[in-house]
């Protein structure tokens, strides 16, 4: 899995986080891509595409050996990690090809893991700047 963290959360602590989520699931890591950003509002949002990505640089993405993209955007301040693995789980239902006529709403979702992989640690840096993460486990 390749992260890119936009957030002030610390990138390996959301790595283990969203690690969590795709092994419940029984998603392939290594093919997804998943981008962490802010957001102003009080809950986390997602986003994901059906299946296989259809990107602009699909040649260039699929390089990489990502064939998964997934984004969360988490409050800027108080994140309930409950709600955030529940729209994690959301979403990879949308990788695998899940639409939501078949899926649950999220928020019936059970996350009994969430709890013990729940990061509590903000990223040791002063500035609000954009992390890649280089290791794609």
């Not at 602009?56 to 800027?76: K, Q, T, V």
């Not at 949308?94 to 903000?122: F, K, Q, R, S």
């Not at 040791?124 to 290791?135: A, G, L």
């Amino acid at each position: 899995m390749k992260m890119i963290n936009k957030t002030r959360w610390n990138t390996a602590a959301l790595k283990r986080f969203v690690m969590a989520g795709l092994l419940a699931e029984g998603a392939d890591h290594k093919k997804y891509l998943v981008t962490v950003k802010e957001t102003h509002t009080k809950r986390t949002h997602g986003r994901a595409y059906y299946g296989l990505v259809a990107h602009n640089d699909d040649l260039l993405f699929r390089a990489y050996g990502w064939h998964y993209a997934i984004e969360l955007r988490l409050p800027r301040c108080i994140v309930n990690w409950e709600q955030t693995a529940q729209v994690l789980i959301h979403e990879i239902g949308h990788t695998l090809g899940v639409h939501h006529c078949d899926m649950m709403g999220w928020w019936d979702i059970a996350v009994p893991w969430a709890a013990d992989v729940a990061p509590n640690e903000w990223a040791d840096k002063k500035r609000f700047k954009s992390h890649v993460d280089s290791d794609d486990t």
